[in-house]
């Protein structure tokens, strides 16, 4: 099982989202082809109900301690409640460039 399958399946277990989407951005950073290290969740879950932000992304981070210390480099999140995703009307943030690593800048360009 990939590692991506492997975050999908945990969080699809432990949250029963309304909408989740794992998205795999390694291929934005200096990894080699097909690694799976770096990864944006968009997670939409009555399990966010009634808590701070900090507090969702604490929980993922529980459900995701294994991938988190063996496998994933980076991670980022968009937790939303239901009525939340709705008024965003289901609108993700774009990612951030990479700022360190990339071949570009290793080459001197």
């Not at 909408?19 to 291929?27: A, G, K, P, W």
């Not at 991938?67 to 409640?81: G, P, V, Y």
Request: hydrophobic letters at 35%.
């Amino acid at each position: 099982m990939t590692v991506q399958d492997t975050i999908e399946q945990k969080i699809l277990t432990a949250l029963t989202p309304s909408y989740l989407d794992v998205i795999n951005e390694s291929h934005m950073h200096n990894v080699p082809p097909g690694s799976e290290s770096h990864f944006k969740l968009v997670i939409v879950s009555s399990d966010f109900d009634n808590l701070p932000l900090v507090k969702r992304h604490q929980k993922v981070n529980g459900i995701l301690a294994k991938e988190l210390k063996d496998d994933i480099h980076a991670l980022s999140m968009q937790t939303h409640t239901l009525p939340e995703w709705e008024e965003r009307g289901g609108a993700l943030m774009a990612s951030p460039l990479c700022h360190g690593g990339d071949k570009a800048s290793q080459n001197g360009d």
